[in-house]
């Protein structure tokens, strides 16, 4: 949990798209959480910084290739704008760190974060180098620019913050939480086009159900992700070796 402080976590966009912003994360629980003031969103539109009338923040790459690169003399600027907030600084990027929800809660348990959304082939490299910039990427697939993937990380710190998800307990049981994939729901009705609900959710006997829960979440995260499985497995072993 982050140190209440009574300020906001404070989230700056750098982006030749400003008007992309809040989009999906102005509604529901990220939006409200916006106009009560539990988080702060300042776009930075790049283009401020172009030296040109055009307005043009990309050119040609060296030893050619087809694509334009974002220069590092106006993005450099544009970073400098932003600089003061003492929130770390990520470039979104396929070539990133993969984005998991151990890095989600530190993010959100800081000061806030200042996000530079590439475009076109992507961002000079010595201007990343000369601001130590952390890359996240969101996964082994190339999107047209940084914004969606800036919206998707903003959205998955805001619902961690305090006050923005009603019950404190929908966040300690979801997938990640404890290293394994989230058990499977149900609601009404009971029977649907033939499917039951499991009867051990109808039996009212709570620790049947927890028992039930956490075997479904083991055998999803076996079988889909083979690489949690190992992971939670050597944790839950180290555990018990710390026990012994
Ligand atoms: N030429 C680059 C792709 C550039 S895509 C390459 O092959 O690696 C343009 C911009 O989209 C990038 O600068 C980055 O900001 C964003 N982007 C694309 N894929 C992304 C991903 N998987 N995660 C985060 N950002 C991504």
Redesign the pocket.
């Known amino acids: 949990m982050r140190a209440d402080d009574g300020m906001p976590f404070a989230v700056r966009v750098l982006t030749i798209f400003p008007e992309m912003f809040p989009g999906p994360v102005g509604r529901s629980l990220a939006g409200r959480a916006l106009e009560d003031g539990l988080w702060s969103l300042e776009t930075v539109d790049i283009r401020d910084f172009a030296r040109d009338k055009h307005r043009s923040v990309d050119d040609t790459p060296f030893g050619g290739g087809a694509?334009m690169v974002m220069r590092p003399d106006v993005i450099g600027d544009a970073l400098a704008a932003v600089s003061d907030a003492g929130a770390p600084l990520i470039?979104?990027?396929?070539?990133?760190r993969l984005l998991d929800q151990a890095r989600v809660r530190a993010l959100a348990s800081g000061p806030g974060m200042s996000l530079l959304?590439?475009?076109?082939?992507?961002?000079d490299e010595r201007v990343l180098e000369a601001h130590e910039i952390e890359e996240?990427?969101?996964?082994?697939?190339?999107?047209?620019?940084?914004e969606p993937?800036a919206i998707a990380l903003i959205d998955a710190c805001v619902r961690l913050l305090p006050g923005v998800v009603g019950q404190a307990d929908s966040l300690a049981e979801e997938s990640f939480a404890d290293g394994l994939l989230e058990y499977p729901h149900y609601t009404r009705p009971r029977e649907w086009r033939g499917r039951r609900v499991p009867d051990v959710l109808l039996s009212g006997h709570h620790e049947r159900v927890r028992e039930w829960r956490l075997a479904e979440a083991e055998r999803s995260t076996r079988e889909r992700r083979p690489d949690l499985w190992r992971r939670y497995r050597r944790k839950t072993e180290g555990d018990n070796d710390e026990r012994d």
């Open positions: 694509g470039y979104l990027s396929p070539r990133g959304c590439g475009r076109f082939e992507g961002v996240v990427s969101l996964g082994d697939f190339v999107l047209s620019g940084g993937a």
